[in-house]
């Protein structure tokens, strides 16, 4: 099966935010505000979980016979270009890292204070005179957080499994066999030129429309791993506009069981 996809990490929290200061009064100036906290980093998310691996799919065949009907999975032929291996189960994606903590804002600087003060100048005359003590400034915001700088990776997919073919004998004890099926693979032939259009005394080393061959000698090797079907098989051909194709008539071309090479 598929692997699990990786958690994501958690988000980390905000800053707290700074004291603020102290006012100002008559006698003394207001206090800076404190700085903001910082922002707690980011959780750290995980990998993704490997695939699960694939088991074995068995081909099970009720008798020799019966061989003939893997000819229909194509895959199963040492000249295929498709695996045919069970493939093992995807894995999970990556999770992903939490967001960071935003910083803290600053505390307030303390308010600045006026205040006036009253005093008789040379000419006796009363005045007032205005003062101002200033505040504290703000506090310094507090950092982010961190993001976590491991990079996190999709999970391994599974091992594959494998395909085994059984094939029960006349006792009904299965036989395993290997991966690959039988599979037959023309290595020569001869052919000879049995037109009335063609003079024996005046051969030529290439054929003419319309002249009739006769391809004997055929030889086959069997290049998969287990033999062929005990029946023969039997290829008809007829031809048809040019082309040849299959037919049930009297031109018979027989193969008998063919075991597989060493």
């Known amino acids: 099966g598929k692997g699990g996809n990786g958690g994501i990490g958690g988000s ?11 006012h100002a009064t008559r006698f003394s100036s207001g206090a800076n505000g404190g700085p903001g906290g910082d922002g ?31 000819m229909a999975i194509q895959c199963l032929s040492p000249r295929s270009k498709s695996d045919p291996r069970v493939e093992g189960g995807q894995g999970g994606a ?9 910083g803290g804002p600053g505390g307030r600087g303390g308010h600045g204070y006026h205040y006036t003060t009253s005093y008789q100048d040379s000419n006796g005359n009363r005045r007032s005179r205005s003062h101002y003590n200033p ?14 700088n491991a990079r996190l990776e999709r999970g ?4 594959p499994g494998g395909v085994e073919i059984m094939v029960e004998k006349s006792s009904g004890n299965p036989v395993t066999t290997a991966m690959f099926r039988y599979d037959l693979e023309l290595k020569s032939y ?15 080393p290439c054929y003419e429309f319309g002249e009739t061959l006769l391809v004997n000698e055929c030889v ?3 290049i998969g791993q287990m033999p062929t079907p005990n029946q023969r098989a039997i290829i008809q051909l007829k031809q048809d506009q040019g082309n040849l194709i299959l037919q049930d008539g009297h031109d018979c ?10």
Do not use: W
Not at 94 to 102: D, L, N, S, Y
Not at 190 to 204: F, H, P, Q, V, W
Not at 253 to 262: D, R
């Open 135 to 148: 505040g504290g400034r703000s506090g310094y915001s507090g950092r982010a957080g961190r993001i976590p």
């Open 253 to 262: 071309f027989y193969l008998p069981a063919n075991e597989p090479m060493a």
């Open 12 to 22: 980390g929290g905000n800053g707290s935010g700074g004291y603020h200061g102290r």
């Open 220 to 222: 086959v090797e069997n």
């Open 190 to 204: 001869n052919t000879k030129c049995i037109s009335e259009l063609r003079i024996a005394t005046t051969e030529m």
């Open 156 to 159: 391994k997919t599974g091992n």
């Open 94 to 102: 990556p999770g992903a890292h939490g967001k960071p903590g935003q």
């Open 40 to 70: 707690g980093d980011g959780g750290r998310g995980s990998n993704g979980k490997d695939g699960g691996s694939a088991g074995t799919m068995t081909i099970k065949l009720s008798k020799q016979d019966d061989l003939y009907l893997l």
